[in-house]
């Protein structure tokens, strides 16, 4: 098995950067983290050079992914994520496929974790799938005023617990 070499790492980091930098950006939404992101995949792809024979995109692009959603899973046991940049994030990936809603899913079972399941379905409904009140109100068999109390009870949840001030 090949070693990578100092020159595979230059080449690899010109062609494959600028794709890992977009990975970064569009889960983390912060310029300064996202670039600290992409220097952590190729930092880890450099430490660990001896056990990689075959880079390709897909392994940094998944690398990317991951070190990004444990940046984020980092922060929030720090500091927690702010409501409006989760809400950003899953509107964001909402229209996208595969692992893109893979990876909604993850954030949302991160934010939901110590709230009431109707609280992250109502959120799904009326964030990512876009449904007014009225439509969530019916499909969750809820009152609108019950709805629109359980999203003003979470924005202030999300605002208490993050330090966010909505």
Known sequence: MKTLSMDDFENLYRQY???VLRRCRFILKNEEKALDAMQDVFVRLIERKEKISNVCSSLLYTMATNICLNKIRSD???NGPEFDVIAEIVEDSASAEGTEKIETSILL???FSERDNKDR???ILHYVDGYTLEETSQKMKMSVSGIRKRLEKLKEYAG???GNSN
């Open 109 to 111: 079972d991160c934010i």
């Open 160 to 162: 208490g617990r993050y």
């Open 121 to 123: 379905q109502i959120a």
């Open 76 to 78: 929030k046991l720090r």
């Open 17 to 19: 950067g600028p794709m």
